[in-house]
């Protein structure tokens, strides 16, 4: 529910937004049976032109919820952030994951009480690269280290930074008043969802209070940092695209 006079704390701007839940409406792309759901973010954000290049969504689980796999040339990583799915009689529980290169067929189903994270991108071929293979892990094996020698801040890295791989999922865990170190502005554009605690995310030339629930989009070159706040740790799972040719527009 949001507060009176339409108050919201979702931003969209040309290179970034936040989008927080208060404002969320039901909503799936094709492929998921009767879930429900809602489009975090997509191409449609800014019409296609000059967004972002990927889609972000959650999944919620029950009857009728199960997807058979993207379209042919899309990739797709599943986050389980509660509650578990069934993976063709294997069980994803929270904090699960599993990719899907671009036309892996599969059953993947999900009951009342699953919260899924869903990221999709168009898979962008190399020659002389295989694609990379169906891949299911869980963050407590990820690789995890210190990011740049902190370890009041650590990232852990979901998939293998090789590549065939044209995206990276990874998760941020902050403890309280732990920060990024600079002003990141990159390439990579992001997509972000808070999976607890609090913090300030400064994106761009605006500085924003986000709270577990909050989805955030930053665009290639938009300056970004974070800083974690309050009692408890912060943690973020986020999405960027890597290994390919910045002038290669048909993406």
């Known amino acids: ?23 969320h409406v039901p909503g799936l792309p094709p492929g998921w049976g009767t879930a429900r759901g809602v489009v975090l973010i997509s191409p449609a954000m800014r019409g296609g032109a000059g967004g972002p290049r990927f889609c972000q969504y959650l999944v919620e689980g029950g009857d009728g919820c199960v997807c058979h796999g993207p379209a042919e040339d899309v990739q797709r990583l599943v986050y389980v952030l509660a ?14 994951f599993v990719y899907f290169p671009p036309g892996d067929e599969h059953t993947l189903s999900a009951p009342d009480g ?3 994270l869903v990221f999709d991108k168009p898979y962008e071929p190399v020659e002389g690269l295989d694609p990379p293979a169906r891949r299911t892990g869980s963050l407590a094996d990820a690789p995890t280290e ?7 801040a650590m990232l852990a890295t979901l998939l293998p930074i090789e590549p065939a791989f044209d ?6 865990t902050y403890q309280s008043g732990a920060a990024l170190p600079f002003v990141e502005t990159h390439v990579m554009e992001h997509g972000l969802y808070m999976r607890s605690g609090q913090g300030v995310y400064r994106l761009g030339e605006k500085w924003y209070p ?9 665009a290639s070159y938009c300056p970004q940092w974070f800083v974690a706040m309050g ?12 290994h390919r040719d910045p002038l290669d527009l048909s993406v």
């Open 1 to 23: 529910m949001s507060g009176p006079f339409g108050e919201t704390r979702t931003r969209v701007e040309w290179n970034h937004a936040l989008i927080a839940a208060d404002g």
């Open 83 to 96: 509650g578990t799915a069934e993976l063709e009689g294997d069980t994803l529980a929270a904090d699960d």
């Open 114 to 116: 699953a919260r899924l």
């Open 146 to 152: 210190p990011f740049l020698g902190d370890s009041d």
């Open 167 to 172: 995206m990276a999922v990874n998760v941020f």
């Open 210 to 218: 986000v709270q577990e629930g909050d989805t955030i989009w930053m």
């Open 231 to 242: 009692k408890s740790p912060a943690s973020y799972i986020y999405y960027k695209d890597i």
